[in-house]
């Protein structure tokens, strides 16, 4: 049964790093992108990027690059979304999803929750 | 970058109607186009992918169509379980953008 499990709720303060994770399993993680999207309370989904844990080959939404850092550690079958600088914008929910052969989101992690106040 | 419009932004149906959520592309995706379905406090759910693929465990009163920019989801009769958010995403190419989402109530 593919599985991704992700790490749990974050209450953070402005200018805090975060590192928040992404955890495959039933599935050949190397063999398949993961990507992460946004959901800001009461919004709508957003894409934030993908990576190919094989290579790590990333690829992010223009509205995201430079904001975080997509990464994985193919050893431990584990994606990463991080932040060096948190803002209080970036209080969300934060899912990881499977990407298909086909590029669609076939399987999701049940999201992390990320509060950031001061 | 492409963008992915839906409409409407919300709706409120009856049970039985059938229910239609337009999606369009600034340009052309052939069938890279899939539909997503949210309920309220969970997780997104796929239900269709390649614009009219339903996927496995998906109820069949579910359907997708459409090619290059316009596609549309039909619910062909509403049921209570369908009240969620749905979105379309593009996946032909980074960036594998969504819809803004079409809210769904019960009438």
């Known amino acids: 049964e593919v599985q991704l499990v992700q790490s749990g709720a974050e209450v953070k303060k402005p200018g805090e790093s975060l590192k928040i994770s992404c955890k495959g399993s039933g599935y050949s993680f190397t063999s398949y992108w993961i990507g992460w999207v946004r959901q800001m309370p009461g919004k709508g989904l957003e894409w934030m990027g993908i990576?190919?844990?094989?290579?790590?080959?990333?690829r992010y939404s223009p509205s995201f690059q430079g904001q975080v850092t997509i990464s994985a550690d193919k050893s431990i079958s584990t994606a990463y979304l991080q932040w060096s600088s948190l803002k209080a914008s970036d209080t969300a929910m934060y899912y990881c999803?499977?990407?298909?052969?086909?590029?669609?989101?076939?399987?999701w992690g049940q999201g992390t929750l990320v509060t950031v106040s001061s | 970058d492409i963008q992915m419009t839906q409409s409407p932004s919300s709706l409120s149906a009856s049970v039985g109607d059938r229910v239609t959520i337009t999606c369009r592309a600034s340009q052309g995706i052939s069938n890279y186009l899939a539909w997503y379905q949210q309920k309220p406090g969970k997780v997104p759910k796929l239900l269709i992918y390649a614009a009219s693929t339903l996927q496995s465990g998906v109820p069949s009163r579910f359907s997708g169509s459409g090619s290059g920019t316009d596609f549309t989801l039909t619910i062909s009769s509403l049921q209570p379980e369908d009240v969620a958010t749905y979105y379309c995403q593009k996946y032909n190419s980074a960036p594998l953008t969504f819809g803004q989402g079409t809210r769904l109530e019960i009438k």
């Open positions: 999803a499977r990407l298909s052969s086909g590029w669609y989101l076939d399987y």
């Open positions: 990576i190919y844990p094989g290579d790590s080959d990333t």
